[in-house]
Nanobody, 120 residues
Framework: QVEVVESGGGLAHPGGSLRLSCTTS????????MAWYRQSPGKERELVAS???????NITESVKNRVSISRDNSENTVFLEMTNLKPEDTGVYLC??????????????WGQGTQVTVSS
């Protein structure tokens, strides 16, 4: 059974920091690209950062100076570290696992998301 579970969200003040975690099980973690998406009210879901099993990273330009992504392949977990938080970072952060090597039914998984609210 596949599980993708995010944690670490919450309320933060502008300028603060948060570290999100996404713990997974039920699939071969290392062959999946792991990504974090943000769903903000009234906006389309957007990619924040992604990281391949081999360590290649992609971070959206608008947050590049404030966000880092990392993964622990031994723990099947991916992290998103955000600093200097801004109100526009508010949203539900969703963890995504994707592998084009797998058949369609096993190609992509999503977590339920963790809410991040940045407010003074």
């Amino acid at each position: 059974q596949v599980e993708v579970v995010e944690s670490g969200g919450g309320l933060a003040h502008p300028g603060g920091s948060l570290r999100l975690s996404c713990t997974t099980s039920g699939f071969v973690f290392t062959i999946y690209t792991m990504a974090w998406y943000r769903q903000s009210p009234g906006k389309e879901r957007e990619l924040v950062a992604s990281m391949t099993g081999g360590g290649n990273k992609n971070i959206t330009e608008s947050v590049k100076n404030r966000v880092s992504i990392s993964r622990d392949n031994s723990e099947n977990t991916v992290f998103l570290e955000m600093t200097n938080l801004k109100p526009e970072d508010t949203g539900v952060y969703l963890c995504n696992a994707k592998s084009t090597l797998m058949p369609m039914s096993m190609r992509e998984y999503w977590g339920q998301g963790t809410q991040v609210t940045v407010s003074s």
